[in-house]
């Protein structure tokens, strides 16, 4: 099975702080995905990229960027944390051909003080 | 631009009750769609995946229908359970990324 894993499950930062965001899958997987959740927005697509190197910005990009220089990583960095970015952050992976199953990590929870 | 709508927003059901999920797109040239499970706090797992070839899934009490004339997909669950509550939301693919629903929320009584 694809394992995607988030290097932290709980994070509590300070305002103005950077914070990074790990994201490691085992499959090989060409595609990656950084998400957050919140309550009564669903799922909302921050960056995503489709190989190494690669980025493309999803529908909420602003106060974040991300980095992807090894296929099996992908990093989302908030470069000055601000309240309004405490949430429930999600990475998935997706393989180009087959059955492009979307595989998640078990999220990060991060709460900005 | 692909929408993805799941009615009702939230749903109790006494156990042993079989119960329907319903999901609507807007696009109807979809590749896949999936259906996942997201318990309180924890990430998604992955149910049921349908190729735009196929018609339906089945894993255990699960079935997921596909309709992409009607841009409709179900997700039906059968003897439910106390252990099946839980958020359930499904997402299209066009082109990636997946688009996502906001999910239903499912409760089942004991």
């Known amino acids: 099975d694809v394992k995607v894993t988030q290097s932290s499950r709980y994070l509590v930062k300070r305002t103005g702080e950077k914070v990074f965001l790990e994201c490691v899958q085992d499959?090989?997987?060409?595609?990656m995905f950084w998400y957050r959740q919140d309550p009564g927005l669903g799922l909302r697509l921050i960056y995503f990229?489709?190989?190494?190197?690669?980025?493309e910005k999803g529908d909420i990009p602003e106060g974040y960027s991300v980095s992807r220089e090894k296929k099996e990583r992908f990093s989302l960095i908030l470069e000055s944390a601000s309240t309004n970015q405490t949430s429930m952050y999600l990475c998935?992976?997706?393989?180009?051909?087959?059955?492009?199953?979307?595989?998640f990590g078990a999220g990060s929870r991060l709460t900005v003080l | 631009k692909q929408e993805v709508t799941q009615i009702p927003a939230a749903l109790s059901v006494p156990e042993g009750e079989n119960l329907v999920l319903n999901c609507s797109f807007t696009?109807?040239?979809?590749?896949?769609l999936q259906w996942f499970r997201q318990d309180p706090g924890k990430g998604l797992t992955s149910l049921l995946l349908?190729?735009?070839?196929?018609r339906e899934q089945t894993s255990g009490r699960l079935n997921a229908s596909l309709d992409k004339s009607s841009g409709r997909s179900t997700l039906y669950i059968a003897a439910s359970q106390p252990g099946d509550s839980a958020t359930y939301l499904c997402?299209?693919?066009?082109?990636?990324?997946?688009?996502f629903g906001k999910g239903t929320r499912l409760s089942v009584i004991a």
């Open positions: 998935a992976s997706l393989q180009s051909s087959g059955a492009n199953v979307l595989t």
């Open positions: 349908i190729q735009s070839s196929q």
């Open positions: 696009d109807s040239a979809i590749y896949n």
């Open positions: 499959m090989d997987h060409e595609n």
């Open positions: 990229s489709y190989d190494v190197k690669m980025k």
């Open positions: 997402a299209a693919l066009l082109v990636s990324p997946l688009v």
